[in-house]
């Protein structure tokens, strides 16, 4: 009986023991299974660190090398995230930009292996076409935005990759704005900012250079103030509504009065001044040249010629046998311009041979150089401006006219008139 109870007893203490064993294996299994591994955060490519949480440990180790060796992660600790979780920031300018890098994190306490891929740069291609005065740019389908900056300037701007984008459109204008003198830009892509260990972003794309070709230069262009026609040329194009955007091509030597009759005296409407814009026009190979601007004021009314004209007084003088072209008002800056145009001549004004006028002066024409139906021409001579000399750009003024009727003479006087008479 005494053997029974000490058998007894020392199965229930067996017993117990064993009850306390499992408890304390069970206890423990649910220790473990409550303690965190290393946790990755987010990860910022522009400042180049991962955030690290330990969770329930005091030292993380890494491995590059596919865990053959570990080696411990230094990095900013004693921060806290908006929830009051406690990180550290790793920096990671070491890891390679050309290709992915893979890492395994560990910590002192919770062996358990976490890993993420550090993804290589962006791939991104910029090519400018120095013809439309656009980009061409080739990068991957979720980079939805590109940074640009000029070499010598170290600040980047932000603009959409979507061209009918305002922002886009306003970048090419100021692209075009750099295009007077030329210039070298920068590009890259920015970062899409790694979460998580799932999701890791990616880096900004390499910087890429971009030359912009400057504009060639405007062409020279100038008006004939004799003929009113310019040096145009087939390979220009011109506008007078700069805003509008619309070019017209030009033709070889084209007339004022085509390019800009608002500045000439006729018509319903009073002559007003006109701006007129040329450039060398666009074709496959090259891009429209810079602009040449130039302003032309309206043109003045016609000089007062006549028989008692306040300009010139056109007269027989019976006693000569001439009829005298007498300029009143004619000076070196008021000078005066007069064409001859007989008969059997046909007034063209850009072929008309003007004589200019330059003082108070009498002009004496015959009868065998000016026969009856002459019609004498007169006007104000046009001048282009001359800023050290303080003279005004100004047109011809529109002409005048007088038709020349001799007075019947005896046949003495007149062969008199005609062999005496010059020009």
Do not use: H
């Not at 194009?237 to 007339?255: L, R």
């Amino acid at each position: 009986m005494k053997r029974k109870i000490v058998l007894l007893t020392a199965f229930f203490m067996m017993l117990f023991l064993f009850a306390g064993i499992k408890a304390d294996i069970a206890a423990s299994a649910e220790e473990e299974e409550t303690e965190k591994p290393v946790e990755i955060g987010s990860t910022d490519y522009e400042n180049l660190v991962i955030k690290l949480y330990p969770n329930d440990n005091s030292i993380i180790y890494m491995s590059v090398d596919n865990r053959k060796t570990w080696i411990e992660v230094i990095g900013a600790s004693g921060t806290e995230d908006g929830n009051g979780r406690p990180y550290i920031e790793m920096d990671i300018s070491w890891a390679s930009t050309t290709s992915n890098v893979k890492i395994y994190f560990k910590g002192n306490n919770v062996k358990t292996e976490t890993s993420c891929t550090l993804p290589k740069q962006n791939s991104f291609k910029v090519k400018f076409d120095k013809v439309s005065g656009d980009f061409t740019m080739t990068a991957d389908a979720d980079i939805k935005n590109f940074y640009w900056r000029k070499a010598s300037d170290s600040t980047w701007n932000l603009v959409p990759m979507d061209k009918s984008s305002e922002e886009y459109k306003a970048f090419l204008k100021l692209v075009e704005s750099l295009r007077f003198k030329g210039a070298k830009l920068v590009f890259r892509t920015g970062q899409i900012a790694g979460t998580d260990a799932e999701n890791m972003g990616s880096r900004p794309s390499k910087e890429v250079n971009v030359s912009i070709s400057k504009f060639s230069s405007a062409p020279s262009i100038k008006l004939n103030y004799t003929k009113l026609t310019f040096n145009t040329k087939a390979t220009m194009e011109y506008t007078t509504d700069i805003n509008s955007g619309v070019w017209i091509p030009c033709e070889k030597g084209m007339g004022l009065d085509v390019i800009a009759p608002q500045v000439f005296v006729g018509g319903a409407e009073a002559a007003k001044p006109a701006t007129i814009y040329f450039r060398t026009a666009q074709t496959e190979k090259r891009a429209a040249s810079l602009i040449k601007s130039i302003t032309i004021p309206a043109q003045k009314g016609s000089p007062t010629i006549g028989e008692k004209g306040k300009d010139v007084t056109i007269a027989e003088n019976e006693t000569t046998g001439k009829f005298e072209l007498t300029f009143n008002t004619a000076s070196a800056e008021n000078a005066f311009e007069y064409c001859v145009i007989t008969p059997s001549k046909t007034f063209e004004l850009t072929k008309a041979k003007w004589k200019t006028i330059k003082k108070e002066k009498t002009v004496n024409l015959t009868q065998k150089n000016a026969p009856d139906g002459t019609v004498i021409y007169v006007r104000l001579k046009g001048t282009a401006a001359n800023e050290k000399k303080n003279i005004e750009e100004r047109l011809p003024s529109a002409y005048a006219t007088f038709t020349i009727k001799w007075k019947e003479k005896t046949e003495t006087n007149e062969g008199k008139a005609d062999k005496s008479g010059k020009n």
